[in-house]
């Protein structure tokens, strides 16, 4: 409450923070603080401050101008900005560890490009509405911590994928298994390894949550019979969502479910988790 009356003496927000795990902090907060009461703009840089050549203070001054100004489809969204681009918080990935561009938006447009002046694009107009809505922090901070983190693991579909490996015991341990599948949306489902992997998971209550980093048009899994067979052991398509994005909305809704068993988790999963987490992450 102390922040909610200091908050109308403000414009807008910067964070300044690490770009490893940038994307994770920017789609938690899109969920969480949808719609946010201010413009936060996260950025940070390739190169420290004090070396030559960095794009620390370039990235910070453009953060801050977009932050004081941004036009109002933009006044209550999560933002990432990170050398001249500027990208919807919940849609953004590192893409590089050494290029000053080191982030991009796979399958959503750039907000704004940035030059002498700061040009948005046309497509802001167009971003899905943000209703107003009791958020999600509130329910999370009423939260009591869990004694366990949530165990998310994610994993590289590959031919002769190697399901045996997943024995009961580890599948116990997890809360969900992140699958990134061929580009097409498919994976290795002759294989009786993959299948039989597929079908124990399900029997013991471990969310598969199925992705594919295409860039271009977002594949069905009702295409092919690969994919079919995924639907029908359960697996959970995550659309047109980042592995960021999927990864911290499995971890929200695991800490926000903890009351339920991890049997009725996977079941109300099932139901549920079509539905946006957030009203500018449709998937």
Same mark, same amino acid.
């Given at each position: 409450?102390?922040?909610?009356?200091?908050?109308?003496?403000?414009?807008?927000?910067?964070?300044?923070?690490?770009?490893?795990?940038?994307?994770?902090?920017?789609? *938690?907060?899109?969920? $969480?603080?949808?719609?946010?009461?201010?413009?936060?703009? &996260?950025?940070? *840089?390739?190169?420290?401050?004090?070396?030559?050549?960095?794009?620390?203070?370039?990235?910070?001054?453009?953060?801050?101008?977009?932050?004081?100004?941004?036009?109002?489809? +933009? /006044?209550?969204?999560?933002?990432?900005?990170?050398?001249?681009?500027?990208?919807?918080?919940?849609?953004?990935?590192?893409?590089?560890?050494?290029?000053?561009?080191?982030?991009?938006?796979?399958?959503?447009?750039? !907000?704004?490009? =940035?030059?002498?002046?700061?040009?948005?694009?046309?497509?802001?107009?167009? !971003?899905?509405?943000?209703?107003?809505?009791?958020? @999600?922090?509130?329910?999370?901070?009423?939260?009591?911590?869990?004694?366990?983190?949530?165990? =998310?693991?994610?994993?590289?579909?590959?031919? /002769?994928?190697?399901?045996?490996?997943?024995?009961?015991?580890?599948?116990?341990? @997890?809360?969900?298994? $992140? @699958?990134?599948?061929?580009?097409?949306?498919?994976?290795?489902?002759? /294989?009786?390894?993959?299948?039989?992997?597929?079908?124990? *998971?399900?029997?013991?209550?471990?969310? +598969?949550?199925?992705?594919?980093?295409?860039?271009?048009?977002?594949?069905?899994?009702?295409?092919?019979?690969?994919?079919?067979?995924?639907?029908?052991?359960?697996?959970?398509?995550?659309?047109?969502?980042?592995?960021?994005?999927? &990864?911290?909305? =499995?971890?929200? $809704?695991?800490? =926000?479910?903890?009351?339920?068993?991890?049997?009725?988790?996977?079941?109300?999963? /099932?139901?549920?988790?079509?539905?946006?987490?957030?009203?500018?992450?449709?998937?």
């Amino acid at each position: 409450a102390h922040i909610s009356q200091k908050q109308k003496h403000y414009d807008g927000v910067v964070v300044l923070h690490g770009t490893d795990t940038l994307a994770y902090s920017a789609a *938690a907060l899109s969920y $969480l603080l949808s719609p946010c009461n201010l413009p936060i703009v &996260f950025t940070g *840089a390739q190169k420290p401050l004090a070396t030559l050549r960095s794009d620390a203070r370039l990235n910070f001054i453009s953060a801050l101008e977009v932050a004081a100004h941004a036009p109002k489809p +933009l /006044q209550n969204r999560v933002m990432v900005l990170f050398h001249d681009e500027l990208f919807l918080g919940s849609r953004v990935r590192k893409k590089s560890a050494t290029d000053f561009a080191a982030f991009e938006s796979p399958r959503f447009p750039i !907000l704004a490009t =940035i030059g002498s002046e700061i040009h948005y694009s046309a497509a802001i107009q167009y !971003l899905p509405k943000l209703k107003a809505k009791k958020n @999600l922090l509130e329910t999370f901070k009423k939260l009591t911590p869990s004694a366990d983190l949530p165990q =998310i693991l994610s994993v590289d579909v590959t031919p /002769q994928f190697c399901g045996s490996l997943f024995n009961d015991e580890i599948l116990k341990g @997890l809360d969900a298994i $992140l @699958l990134k599948l061929y580009p097409s949306g498919t994976a290795p489902t002759t /294989q009786f390894g993959f299948m039989h992997f597929l079908k124990k *998971a399900k029997a013991l209550s471990a969310p +598969l949550l199925c992705i594919t980093e295409r860039d271009e048009e977002i594949p069905s899994l009702k295409t092919y019979q690969a994919g079919r067979e995924l639907l029908k052991e359960k697996a959970l398509w995550c659309s047109d969502m980042t592995p960021e994005a999927t &990864f911290v909305k =499995i971890w929200l $809704l695991k800490e =926000i479910h903890g009351s339920k068993t991890k049997k009725q988790l996977y079941h109300w999963l /099932q139901n549920h988790w079509a539905k946006p987490l957030s009203d500018e992450t449709e998937n």
